[in-house]
């Protein structure tokens, strides 16, 4: 009989695992900036049998947000009348200029343009309707944080509001690396509030076209397991499905709401990853019925294509490896020179990056 | 920006809900809620300000054992 996963503990899936007889070393991957801070400060790496690897991958929207987008942003605050807001994490992001040169928003800030730090879209609601001039809504994120953007548009914002999207579907990474015939994981940990808007459904491919163990996990170290255990014995016993261990919150179909007007205000369309390069089908647009608040229809374009290192990872970085998942953190040559306190690359800036993840948790 | 916090409504007026948790109080939005009939004392998991899923009152005690550890 199948498990119950809400009812086992974490020392229950953990005997579990044990008692599987695994032929040869797994690779299982994740994809969420939360799973692997769960992961990584319950010390989940150093429990499981040596023969398993957790491998962190695309699971941050701030580290492979375009380069060029932060730099539209940083220029849009610089030369016009406006006042920009993003979600803080953005705000350090360092884009490839010379060390002179304003690198980052929070730079630009420190220069005197207005930029505000947000934690909400409605916040970037209630500071449009406080002031006259346009504000602009600098949007990175996964589909968690791009439905409830959407999702403000809908319910109708002020005039003066304008979005500069720069969302990113999370499934699209993980097809381009197992089309590439090298993923580089055995096993698939979906993301779970990912899954929760958007519904569990949109993993199926792993299992169905790629025959690669997949399973929805929360972030309980309880659930984490048990999504181990499940991809686990898919693969012991030769048999790929979808698993779903996070079943309280993740539901079929995801939000109806929430994907209804996804659907109303934006098109999917091809998509650049920083230090990765366009992955087909992976970004929100707006539709051109929200080109009244689409800033990249009303305000002038900054974007350069002569500018040197456009599109890329800082000089040296690794952290294009680390959001595929081919390399660990503490394999960067610039780990330990890169910091929280000073980062080089996106992966030490925001919290959802695996860099900073592991120094946080004392990984050297 | 991932993490989801598991809330208890206080209070709705229209599409906004007055939410606590941990004796913490926000406005939350109820918009992408509107498949999901929603009273007070429900429970939801917010994420940047706006509920995206309901939850059980098991669901959000045990969410936050794990809050208070991990965070």
Redesign the interface.
Known sequence: MKPNFTSHDAKFWLQQIQTLKLTKPVKIMNV???HE??IS??GLRSILPEAISLIPGPGC??CVCPEEDIYEAIQLALNETITLVA?G?MLRVPVNLPKNEIRSLEQARSAGADIRPI?????AVEIAEQIDKPVVFFAA??E??I??VI??L??GVPDNLLVLMSGRLTWPAVAMLLDSGEPGFDTLIA?G??S??MGPEEWEFVPAKHHIPAAVAG???ESLLAAFYSTLRQLQDNKCFLDNCYP??V?HGG????KQ?LAQVTDIVDANWRGVGIIPKSGFALKKTYANHDARVCLPSYADPERKRLGKMPAGCGCAKVVLGKIYPNECKLYGKCTPREPIGPCMVS??GACRIWWSNGQR | ????IPMQIKQIDG?NANCEAKGVER?V?L?????EPLKMGDYV?V????A??K??S??YH??WE?YDE?L
Request: glycine residues 8%; proline residues 7%; aromatic residues 8%.
């Open positions: 969420c900036g939360g801070r769960s400060q319950a929207p701030v979600f994490d934690a909400s879209p409605m916040e994120g996964f968690t944080t439905l409830p999702s403000m809908v319910q993301p509030h990912v929760t808007v972030f309980s170290p309280e919150v539901t939000n109806a709401t929430g007007h919290d959802e | 920006m991932c993490l989801g599409y406005q939005s918009f992408m809620m509107q498949h998991l994420h940047v300000g706006y995206i899923q939850i059980t098991q669901e045990s969410t794990i991990i």
